[in-house]
């Protein structure tokens, strides 16, 4: 009997329940896995591995796993504690796509980290913190002991803020209300070998932000190196940053507005770090307004560049050093170029850099006196003023300018202070403090000065056509001495600027107005030889000795390449001359020539505003011609009331003088023609010449040696006279010449001397002099005689003439006298001797009486005890000195223009 074979579904069954029981078993582990993966993530377990990772701390309060490699976590933190770079990550919720066979190799790796609610991004002592609607996401973040990566990073922020952690209780808010989208990158790295901002080397990527920030939480990190630009102030904060390692990329631009905005300026640090110059002088000052700040990067010459600008509105400056204001401004700008900004490595020095003052109020201004060089001609005291100005800085080298204007500015011009109308353009070509280095060429200044009595304000205007100069900046001074060559031109309104290099002591002054050029050498702040100053002015007043002359002129100033000394030159061609106080002019005359000199000790002493030393001043007046249209003017010099006056005629006058401290010598020149002049009652006409050499002089004591000085008299003839007296004294003439004498300047002239004498005849000044020979025609042809010679002491007083001891000679003639003219009388004794006779001659009061008997005994008895004594017998040099002589004691005296009252008037 034959088997029967199975039945052919038995196969089919048993893969049945093989797959049944397989699916039993994945169905079984699975539901083990969802047990024990929900059991895993429940417990801290995995938290606590995570966690053993070095340098890495995870948690989270409650987590799911769609898959084997995802978590979806709830307050999740992970931690990466580093002293180089400690990290921080805090969110509500997260979605995790980890790495779970780098945890085998202790690291953290996760492919993706998608979160919502930023709680807290921390790096170092920065957190950045969001609302529950921000975004994160991360992409193959990498975090274990030594190594920190991001292969991609996603923010989305809103109302977000950044602090600084100070402490675990103290904090700084630095910005809030920020927006933030960016998509970044870090290159993973070892925080270990790249500390601090240097991490940033590693970081691109491209944001766009606003916020609420503080200006020097944003900018300051980047300024720091930048020693002396500081900013401050909180505002509104937006921008957009493209980055590539580190490096911010063209078009990326950040800019803040705020209500307050500060810029702390400091000189020393930011102009010129490495100049002495500037570590002694340098300010510092804080710029306070409405304003912006904006950093951006600009393409320029295929190279980036980083360009910071800064604007302030209604701006206050203010002096930190003084702490005082300095000036306020409508609108302030700067601009800065910086090498193309590394986040890693901050700029330590500004490439190029633009400061803009725009239409500025200065409440003082001389806070402007300590950037101007010393020896200007201009300094600045104070008033208030507007001021224009720009200053570009590059390669260590300042330039620009500024306009400086005030209505009623006081300031020292020239030497001399005033308040004016200001205008002042300086031109700054180039300031080096490094290089010590300064040119001001092409400063202008303009001043406008109306005095009590000008209906047309005064105008100076000044040109430094050219200022190349270099400052000692191993100077200890404040103001550093200044060396160089300075070429000025202009027009100046006010020549008194000269007074204080003049000997004031010799009258000297200047007043007037003209075009100025100076060619000026400075070393060490002190004219050098070479320099030179030269004025063409119209009109010229020259004030020397007590007499103005008035014209149109010429001041020359030089230092001598030799001695060093100022030799200062005024000339006149032209001009007119008067007396001080005098508002009439009676002279006029022709080439005057001052020259005064000045020692290279004298000169510093001027320069410092010292009255220089009048030993160390020559002055020489040069006086070829001069016309006096009336002799009359000269009647000052005679005495008082003796009878002696000048009636009328014209004379020219040459005179020159030097003068040296207060010694003094010269030589005057006196012509005149057809002159008319009386000598009692007794009226004549003739010509005078008067050459007077003046030697010795001591002006402390007003007194001079006049010894050589000659006085001629020609063509005389008496008015009045008989045809017969008028036909012998035709032509006559007298010459005297002082052997020895001493004058004393004064109005009288007093004068003691010893004269020699010659005239053409002795009847004329008999006749003149005595009544009784001109009515005794036998007197006078004894008397009469030709070819005299003779000497005589003259003494003139203030209201006297005396003649003493005469004895005059010719051919068997001898006439000796003692007259005094006094008042309108003469008194004295006269004798005369013609061979065996002789006779004298008694006069008193004018009246005469003669004596024959032994008249030569009669003569010296009467001579003896005349009444008539001289005013004058001290020697002039015996009179007290002054210290200092007032100008109507001497100079005031010589006889230029000798005008005390109007003679014409009289």
Do not use: C
């Amino acid at each position: 009997m034959h088997a029967r074979p199975p039945p052919s579904t038995f196969p089919k069954r048993r893969y049945l329940r093989w797959l049944a029981g397989g699916i039993g078993v994945v169905v079984l582990l699975g539901t083990g896995y969802l047990i024990g993966l929900a059991w895993l993530l429940d417990s801290h377990w995995l938290q606590q591995r995570l966690s053993r990772l070095p340098g890495v701390t995870v948690s989270w309060s409650a987590a799911s796993s769609p898959s084997l490699d995802r978590l979806d976590v709830q307050n999740l933190t992970i931690r990466r504690a580093d002293e180089n770079l400690a990290v921080a990550l805090e969110v509500d919720r997260a979605r995790l796509h980890l790495s779970w066979w780098a945890l085998l190799f202790r690291r953290l790796e996760i492919h993706s980290l998608e979160a919502e609610g930023l709680r807290s991004l921390e790096v170092n002592e920065h957190r950045l913190m969001a609302g529950a609607t921000s975004r994160v996401r991360f992409d193959d973040l990498v975090l274990d002991e030594e190594n920190l990566g991001v292969g991609g990073m996603e923010l989305a922020l809103k109302e977000a803020r950044i602090r600084r952690m100070q402490g675990p209780d103290d904090h700084r808010t630095l910005a809030r209300d920020i927006r933030l989208q960016g998509e970044f990158s870090l290159q993973t790295f070892r925080p270990a070998q790249a500390p601090g901002l240097l991490a940033l080397k590693f970081l691109s990527g491209d944001l766009e932000v606003a916020a609420e920030a503080d200006a020097w939480d944003v900018f300051n990190p980047y300024l720091v190196e930048l020693d002396g630009l500081r900013l401050a102030g909180r505002g509104n904060l937006q921008g957009r940053l493209a980055i590539a390692k580190g490096v911010l990329l063209a078009d990326s631009e950040l800019t803040l507005n705020s209500p307050q905005l500060a810029l702390d300026l400091d000189e020393k640090a930011l102009l010129a770090p490495k100049s002495a110059l500037a570590q002694k002088n340098g300010r510092r000052y804080r710029l306070e307004g409405r304003g912006q700040v904006t950093a951006r990067i600009e393409k320029q010459e295929d190279a980036a560049v980083s360009v910071l600008t800064l604007s302030l509105d209604n701006m206050r400056m203010v002096d930190l050093s003084e702490n005082r204001p300095f000036l306020t401004s409508k609108r302030f700008h700067l601009s800065g170029d910086l090498p193309q900004l590394d986040l890693a490595s901050p700029p330590r020095a500004l490439d190029t850099a633009a400061l803009v003052w725009q239409d500025a109020r200065l409440p003082d201004a001389a806070a402007l006196a300590r950037y101007l060089p010393k020896n200007l001609p201009f300094d600045l005291h104070g008033g208030k003023a507007r001021l224009d100005a720009r200053l570009d800085y590059r390669d260590d080298r300042l330039q620009g300018g500024f306009e400086l204007s005030g209505d009623s500015v006081d300031l020292t011009l020239l030497g001399r202070r005033i308040a004016s109308e200001l205008g002042l353009d300086v031109k700054l070509v180039e300031l080096n403090p490094l290089q010590g280095r300064l040119n001001l060429s092409g400063t202008r200044l303009r001043v406008r000065a109306r005095n009590s009595d000008d209906s047309v304000p005064l105008q100076t205007e000044l040109l430094l056509r050219e200022a190349r100069l270099t400052l000692a900046s191993t100077s200890n001074a404040a103001t550093p001495p200044l060396a160089g060559r300075v070429v000025l031109q202009g027009r100046v309104a006010e020549l008194g600027f000269f007074d204080k290099f003049l000997p004031g002591a010799h009258g000297l002054a200047l007043s007037g107005n003209g075009l100025l050029e100076a060619e000026l050498i400075l070393q060490g702040d002190l004219l050098q030889p070479g320099s030179r100053l030269w004025i063409s002015a119209d009109p010229l007043g020259l004030e020397f000795l007590d007499y103005v002359a008035s014209g149109s002129g010429r001041v020359e100033a030089t230092i001598d390449s030799a001695s060093g000394s100022v030799v200062l030159r005024i000339a006149l061609p032209a001009f007119a001359l008067r007396s001080q106080g005098s508002d009439i002019s009676h002279v006029s005359g022709r080439h005057l020539l001052i020259e005064t000199t000045l020692s290279d000790t004298a000169l510093s002493e001027a320069l410092s505003g010292m009255p220089p030393t009048l030993e160390d001043q020559v002055t020489r007046i040069s006086l070829p011609r001069i016309e006096v249209p009336d002799l009359r003017l000269y009647n000052a010099y005679l005495p008082q009331d003796a009878g002696v006056e000048l009636l009328s005629g014209q004379a020219s006058l040459e005179a020159y003088l030097d003068l040296q401290g207060y010694q003094a010598r010269g030589n005057l020149a006196l012509n005149a023609f057809e002159a008319a002049l009386r000598i009692g009652d007794q009226r004549m006409q003739g010509d005078i010449g008067l050459q007077v050499r003046l030697a010795e002089g001591d002006l402390q004591r007003r007194w001079f040696d006049v010894s050589g000085s000659t006085l001629r008299l020609d063509n005389l003839s008496r008015q009045g006279g008989s045809l017969l007296h008028q036909a012998e004294e035709s032509g006559w003439w007298v010459e005297l010449k002082l052997e020895a004498g001493q004058l004393l300047w004064a109005q009288p002239l007093n004068l003691n001397a010893g004269l020699a004498l010659r005239m053409r005849d002795s009847g004329f000044p008999l006749r003149l002099l005595l009544e009784d020979v001109r009515q005794r025609k036998w007197l006078n042809r004894l008397l009469t005689v030709r070819n005299i010679q003779g000497r005589a002491r003259l003494q003139l007083a203030d209201k006297s003439l005396v003649l003493r001891d005469a004895r005059l000679t010719g051919q068997q003639l001898e006439i000796l006298a003692d007259l005094v003219r006094q008042g309108e009388t003469l008194d004295g004794a006269l004798y005369a001797g013609y061979a065996a006779l002789g006779l004298g001659l008694e006069i008193d009061a004018g009246k005469t009486r003669l004596h024959l008997i032994k008249p030569r005994r009669w003569y010296e008895q009467a001579r003896r005890s005349s009444k008539a004594k001289p005013d004058l017998e001290t020697p002039v040099q015996q009179q007290p000195a002054l210290k200092t002589p007032p100008k109507e004691d001497w100079y005031r005296a010589l006889p230029l223009s000798p005008v005390v009252s109007d003679p014409l008037k009289e």
